[in-house]
């Protein structure tokens, strides 16, 4: 097998694996269930993954990577750091937003996948990596004066815990999915963070 044909082999895997978990709410995935949706055999399915475990953590480090790419390239194309930091903000909270992005969100963090052996090391690789990229925007306004008391490190703790906190409150059953709701919660983030970091905008 070629390598491309090996590669798209195992995207076929992870995409039949993620349609199986909207389908169920989350939860009931099956190895067998994956492969028919794939239309690949068993044989396949352990060429790439060793257990249903290696599956689901593949596709949470899929999803999880192509979130961080999208909000990196977002805060990259602003022209300043505090709209890098908006960028980030506003594309994070963006995901809670409208049925299709509220189910990307509620399958990365369904019960069948917490459950999984290595997703706490998983998540928290994914935490570190949003840690950096806001702590990076922070001290880029900190060097050219736009968020003149940033504190990159603790004020990206302070960020990110503000953000976490806002996106659990946005996926809860009974919010309103719509993107003015995900548009006030961002900007009420960003007040509170340009508030702090003493943002000098245009």
Same mark, same amino acid.
Do not use: N
């Given at each position: 097998?070629?390598?491309?044909?090996?590669?798209?082999?195992? !995207?076929?895997?992870?995409?039949?694996?993620?349609?199986?978990?909207?389908?169920?709410?989350?939860?009931?995935? !099956?190895?067998? *269930?994956?492969?028919?949706?794939? *239309?690949?055999?068993?044989?396949?399915? #352990?060429?790439?993954?060793? !257990?249903?475990?290696?599956?689901?953590?593949?596709? %949470?480090?899929?999803? !999880?990577?192509?979130?961080?790419?999208?909000?990196?390239?977002?805060?990259?194309?602003?022209?300043?750091?505090?709209?890098?930091?908006?960028?980030?903000? %506003?594309?994070?909270?963006?995901?809670?937003?409208?049925?299709?992005?509220?189910?990307?969100?509620?399958?990365?963090?369904?019960?069948?996948?917490?459950?999984?052996?290595? #997703?706490?090391?998983?998540?928290?690789?994914?935490?570190?990596?949003?840690?950096?990229?806001?702590?990076?925007?922070?001290?880029?306004?900190?060097?050219?004066?736009?968020?003149?008391?940033?504190?990159?490190?603790?004020?990206?703790?302070?960020?990110?815990? @503000?953000?976490?906190?806002? %996106?659990?409150?946005?996926?809860?059953?009974?919010?309103?999915?719509?993107?003015?709701?995900?548009?006030?919660?961002?900007?009420?983030?960003?007040? %509170?963070?340009?508030? @702090?970091?003493?943002?000098?905008?245009?």
């Amino acid at each position: 097998m070629s390598v491309t044909a090996d590669t798209g082999e195992r !995207s076929r895997i992870i995409e039949a694996a993620h349609r199986c978990l909207v389908d169920t709410g989350g939860g009931g995935l !099956s190895v067998t *269930g994956v492969l028919a949706a794939a *239309g690949l055999s068993t044989r396949a399915f #352990y060429r790439h993954f060793d !257990s249903k475990d290696a599956l689901l953590l593949a596709m %949470f480090r899929r999803d !999880s990577d192509r979130v961080h790419a999208e909000l990196t390239a977002a805060a990259d194309a602003a022209p300043t750091p505090p709209e890098a930091l908006r960028a980030w903000i %506003f594309g994070l909270l963006s995901l809670t937003a409208g049925s299709q992005r509220r189910r990307r969100v509620l399958v990365m963090s369904c019960g069948e996948l917490m459950g999984t052996a290595g #997703y706490t090391a998983e998540r928290a690789r994914m935490s570190a990596a949003h840690h950096a990229a806001v702590a990076a925007i922070l001290e880029r306004g900190r060097a050219d004066g736009s968020l003149p008391w940033a504190d990159p490190d603790a004020d990206a703790r302070t960020i990110t815990a @503000a953000l976490s906190a806002a %996106f659990q409150e946005r996926m809860a059953p009974d919010a309103a999915q719509d993107d003015a709701g995900a548009t006030r919660a961002a900007e009420q983030v960003t007040d %509170f963070a340009f508030r @702090a970091l003493g943002a000098t905008t245009a």
